[in-house]
């Protein structure tokens, strides 16, 4: 039995250790807004915040993410929507959706360290998300009005 | 624009018969119940509640609530938002004023779009012969009541239709107030989800709906002009945008049920094999497994959590029928390059002018191009939910043929299509891979023997490669001459498996007829060409293949825009100059010009710099392209892509740049990194690690303009993606000289 605080909530799960927290999320909690793109770190789909860290969860085992803090898109505005949230509802970034809530967890991410990024810096760390949609231009332009609204706090 | 006697007298000589007896839909007629007219026959009536009325198919309104029927499958491309909006304009509703459910199986959902697919007449032929062939091939679909959804035909089948059906519940809204308040109907408007009297009293639509349900349907002349619109044709929100940024969306991935367990599978690698034997005791004894069941070409693992089950059914040890197909790659190829023969040839699809003739004068020049399989993978992965009792089988399943999955269910398990009960979901995706059936049938299968639990399938990402139908192979033979400074012959050849054909097959409605979707991007070529002939070969006996976004156009369109840049080169012309002056369509010309303008066209760049245009049109749509390219230290690096595009009207113009940038990327993502390959029978690519496609570091930035020349209304999700490789071949030929002739490119050049 493993605790498991997610948006602040705790939960009891009964689950081998090294089952990912992607599926202690989906399967065990119904949680499913992080969502199973590849299972081996290659599209960001299920990405969320560990203790503020954006990480893929496909690869967090349960025993080492116990008593963590663990966030998903549902809370990382802490009740509203989060400016990065914000810019991707503007810019109208998604079309199928389905790599967005990593996207955005990506990109709130880039900002904490970042928070003036160029398009290198976005290239950069953006590359390991996947949208097979082709939205990445739409995610360069909302990550950088992102970036205008948090500077302007 | 008038109608081209030119062409249209050159495409009707060999196009004239092949109409209503169904050019690429083969037996789908006879396949299914003569459909009754979509007004008589309202799959909505059946299931209304008390007081409540719909008034056809599309639109739902009871005491409590306004429901919207999407009748095409949303997969991203944003029909799910689109649908109910155009119903919405006429109907004088707001968003939030009503809910969104997608449609049943029901032949009252057929799809008026594909009459201008399935007619032989170009796309901007006009004349009476065209359009008397395309009102042929729409009563044939109207009879086939086939609803899919799939070649960029939301827009061109629903535009008028939604539009009619939210204006017929308008009026009969108006006359029900009429009957209730004896006001007459002139007298009254509506706004907002309510009838409004003279003196300032709303009734709301919900409060209208026992009288309406009273009335026939009145019907309706005219629809509002597009200059009246509220919603259409202007920057609007999509009405699924919010939901897919707060995580509220559930794709079918994401439903839940109680009692559900949870199954993951390992199919025969070898495409349409079925399973020898299998081990599993290792794979019982893991965490979580509670059965494993064997199915028709594999095995399924139900477990109590879908890791549990995908870690296991990687544990089970199968022993797999090998391939029909060939197992190496090599000898697909080499049955490719032997198929240019009479006994494979599938049509001719034009013969202008005397090719023979045409091709001794001036310079020869011959060119071989080939496009590989390619996967869909689009990032949900396929899965479904299923539970079958004795009366019959529900099914939760994404998926662009309703009328298909009921069918391909019930035969996986003795059942009839009627048995089968099929919800639609918000997907994840598709490109193509959602007109497959292989979840399908095995969630049946799996269901099946699970009798009264209902089972949630989820593909592994690995299981979903191996068992993706991939895009056809195609190979080009291209022949052409130049003379003084002219294109004066060309001879196309393209072999390849036949897509959509084999697709027919597998929904139970196999045809003879050549493969249309292989014509596509070498017989509707607009430039003047004196002489012009262009043939497929249809390849027998290789891994099954099926349509991948833009389908025939995505192969074919690379092949013949590469070469035309080949022979525009070698008569010493500018490529798109030359392609302005050769088109011989004028709104054609005009996208042309007009991509030329937005990118400042002026020739060569230097120093490492060089631009290609490439244009192609594709399921009615036109589409030109320039990408700008440099070449750099660590390869080539893609600095701007201009897109002009002519769909005739632009519905939802946010929505319609972001499926353009999407097809470029597309397109480009996979000319330039993808293959599947095939080894010992099965794919060697099982992750997108060794299928990336494009990822943002490559994407360049992308400049879009919609053009509305056209004269009638036009689809976007696929014709963007055709010009996008040949476009970039041809722009890495001005930056370096090297002409790449092969997707993927990266097998050739470096990119950054």
Known sequence: ?153 | MGAMPDLSRRSFVFGSVAVAGGVAFGQYAQAQPAAASAAAMNPLTADLGPNAVAFNPWVEISPDKITLIAQHADKGQGVGSIQPLMIAEELDLEPGQFEIRFAGPSPAYFNTGFAHELAPFMAPDQSPEAEKARAAALEWLRKAGLQMTGGSSTIPDTYEKLRMAGAVARETLKAAATKRSGIPVADLRTEAGHVILPNGTKIPYVALSADAAKITPVSVAKLRDPSQWRILGKPMERLDIRSKVTGEMKFGIDRRMDGIVYAAVRLNPNKGQPIKSYEASKAQAMPGVQKILKLSNGIAVIATNSWYAMQAAERVDCVWEPSKYPAEQADHWKTVASSFTPQFLAKEWRNDGNIDAGLKEGTLLEAEYRAPYVGHQPLEPLNGIGIVTDKGMEIWVGHQTPQSVQQIAAAAIGMKPEQVTFHNEWMGGSFGHRLEFENVRVLAEIANQMRGTPVKLIFSREEDFLQDIPRQIAMGRYRGSVKDGKIIAADVQVAANAPFKELLARMGSPSKDPDGQLGVGIWNVYYDIPNYRATSFEVQGLSPCTTWRAVGASANGFFTESFIDELIHAAGLDPLKARIEMCRIPIYRKLLETVGEMADWKGPLGKGKGRGVAFVEAFGTAVAEIVEVTMTDAGIKIDKVWVAADVGKVVDPVNFENLVQGGVVWGLGHAMNCELTYAKGAVQQTNYNHHEAMRMHQCPAIEVRGLENDYTVRGIGEPPVPPAAPALANAIFAATGKRIREMPFNKFIDFV
């Open chain 1, 1 to 153: 039995m493993f605790e498991l605080t997610v948006n602040g909530i705790k939960h009891q799960v009964n689950v081998v250790p090294e089952m990912p927290l992607l599926w202690v999320l989906r399967d065990e909690l119904g949680i499913t807004s992080p969502k199973y793109g590849c299972g081996i770190a290659q599209c960001g789909a299920c990405t969320v915040q560990i203790n503020g860290a954006a990480v893929r969860s496909c690869q967090a085992r349960m025993a080492d993410v116990a008593g963590k803090a663990i966030t998903t898109i549902e809370a990382v505005g802490n009740g509203k929507l989060h400016p990065v949230q914000e810019a991707w509802i503007e810019h109208q970034v998604p079309q199928c959706g389905y790599c967005q809530t990593g996207q955005i967890i990506q990109a709130i991410s880039l900002l904490k360290a970042i928070p003036k990024p160029t398009d290198e810096d976005i290239n950069q760390v953006m590359s390991g998300n996947l949208c097979r949609c082709g939205t990445y231009e739409r995610i360069r332009v909302a990550i950088h009005a992102a970036a205008a609204k948090m500077g302007g706090n």
